[in-house]
């Protein structure tokens, strides 16, 4: 059974910054070749956020969090982590972690086999 559970998440003001975490365990993260996070605003569908490969050395950010949200992982800690930067009420959001098997069709949430509960990200103006 694998297990995958969020931190980090809060109530911070416009442009504040926000690391969450995502801790794996019943099985070794590193074996997943695709990490990912994704968001459900209130009424609104989920939505792809980052995507990162098994070595980290592959990345991929959705549009409205490219060049402010960075995704990155330790695999000897079995962890993935998405620093939040400069961040906007329209961030506001539950944010989900998440593994898959192989790194492809990184959007794609039927893709991914385990989910995490999900951490509450509040922004105020």
């Known amino acids: 059974q694998v297990q995958l559970v969020e931190s980090g998440g809060g109530l911070v003001q416009a442009g504040d910054s926000l690391r969450l975490s995502c801790a794996a365990s019943?099985?070794?993260?590193?074996?997943?070749?695709?990490g990912g996070w994704f968001r459900r605003a209130t009424g609104k569908e989920r939505e792809f956020v980052a995507a990162?490969?098994?070595?980290?050395?592959?990345?991929h950010y959705a549009d409205s969090v490219k060049g402010r949200f960075t995704i990155s992982r330790d695999n000897a800690k079995n962890s993935v982590y998405l620093q939040m930067n400069s961040l906007k009420p329209e961030d506001t959001a539950v944010y989900y972690c998440?593994?898959?098997?192989?790194?492809?069709?990184?959007?794609?949430?039927?893709?991914?086999?385990?989910w995490g509960q999900g951490t509450q990200v509040t922004v105020s103006s």
């Open positions: 998440a593994a898959a098997t192989y790194y492809r069709d990184y959007e794609d949430s039927t893709k991914y086999k385990y």
């Open positions: 019943g099985r070794t993260f590193r074996t997943y070749g695709m």
């Open positions: 990162i490969s098994r070595s980290g050395a592959v990345t």
